[in-house]
């Protein structure tokens, strides 16, 4: 599975970014797509992800309520939509899917909020 995340960039406190992650290749045996972050100094962790099958999703408890994670099965892409953006939401960000037989990870795109 290949991976391609877009729609990152730089906004100002309380804006708004959309993230899209488009998946090709053996897209049908993925059974969970997320979204991870991973800021300077910090290590890499889980924003939202998604299970396939049931549409299942689950949040950090800090994007709770501001981030909104989707999926588009006919394109295959999952978006993750970023609401009321905080300084502390700076980081690269990256989309995985899971599959069988282990994780598959995007290149990461920079989402930069200033104050």
């Known amino acids: 599975v290949q991976l391609v995340e877009s729609g990152g960039g730089l906004v100002q406190a309380g804006g708004s970014l959309r993230l899209s992650c488009a998946a090709s290749g053996s897209t049908f045996s993925i059974n969970a797509m997320g979204w991870y972050r991973q800021a300077p100094g910090k290590q890499r962790e889980l924003v939202a992800d998604i299970r396939t099958g049931s549409g299942t999703v689950n949040y950090a408890d800090s994007v709770k309520g501001r981030f909104t994670i989707s999926r588009d099965n006919t394109k295959n892409t999952m978006y993750l939509q970023m609401n009321s953006l905080k300084p502390e939401d700076t980081a690269v960000y990256y989309c995985?899917?899971?599959?069988?037989?282990?994780?598959?990870w995007g290149q990461g795109t920079q989402v930069t909020v200033s104050e």
């Open positions: 995985s899917a899971d599959r069988l037989y282990g994780r598959s």
